[in-house]
Structure formats: structure tokens, C-alpha cells
Nanobody
């Protein structure tokens, strides 16, 4: 599986962005997908995940109610709608396939990381 993330950019606090992650290769609809982010000097952390059918979603506490993960299996694409953005959301955002055993929240459960897209939120 190859993943291509896009949609990042510079936005003011309170603004919105929609990230997309397009997959190619193996059957996208068979895999759970996740978004992670990494700020400078910090570990890569879980943001959101969605199961393969799109029927279940999972969020890190600080983004609940502001971010929404979704997927379109016909387009082999997963999305992350980010609203009410805060400066602390500034990071490189990565999409990945939940490929190994582990919970949706565990970085070690994911593989086939995309190249990342930069999100910068100004105050």
C-alpha cells in the first residue's frame, strides 16, 4: 500500500482544514486507517482512526468534537476534517494503515506511513 497525504497549510486559529490521504496498491477497503501527527521535538502521536467499513471512529481526547475522520472506499481515500484549529494542532500529519496487532491508538499497530502534510495554525 502506498499512501499520499495532502491538504495541509497555514491557517489562523479557529479556522478549518481538510486533509486527504489517497491509497494505492492493496485493497483499501480491507484496512482500518489512522491519522497521526508529529510536532517538532515531539513523538508522533495518535489523532484519529476509522475501521475498514467506516462504521467506527476513534479520537484522541484533545481533538474530540473538533476533528472528524471519514473514508470513501470507492475512492480509496481517508479524510480528516479539522475545525476550530488551535496553535497546538501545528504538526506534520501522517496517515497510515492499521496493519499489525494492537489497539487503534497504538503507533506500533500501523504501517505504510504516508509522507506527511504540514499543518500550521497561527495565533
Amino acid at each position: 500500500v502506498q499512501l499520499q497525504a495532502c491538504g495541509g497549510g497555514l491557517v489562523q486559529a479557529g479556522g478549518s482544514l481538510r486533509l486527504s490521504c489517497a491509497a494505492s496498491g492493496r485493497i483499501f477497503s480491507s484496512y482500518d486507517m489512522g491519522w497521526f501527527r508529529q510536532a517538532p521535538g515531539s513523538e508522533r502521536e495518535f489523532v484519529a482512526a476509522i475501521n475498514y467499513r467506516g462504521s467506527r471512529t476513534y479520537y484522541e481526547d484533545s481533538v474530540k468534537g473538533r476533528f472528524t475522520i471519514s473514508r470513501d472506499n470507492a475512492k480509496s481515500t481517508v479524510y480528516l476534517q479539522m475545525n476550530s484549529l488551535k496553535p497546538e494542532d501545528t504538526a506534520v500529519y501522517y496517515c497510515a494503515v492499521r496493519y499489525y496487532s494492537g489497539t487503534y491508538y497504538q503507533r506500533s499497530a500501523y504501517a505504510y506511513w504516508g509522507q506527511g502534510t504540514q499543518v500550521t495554525v497561527s495565533s
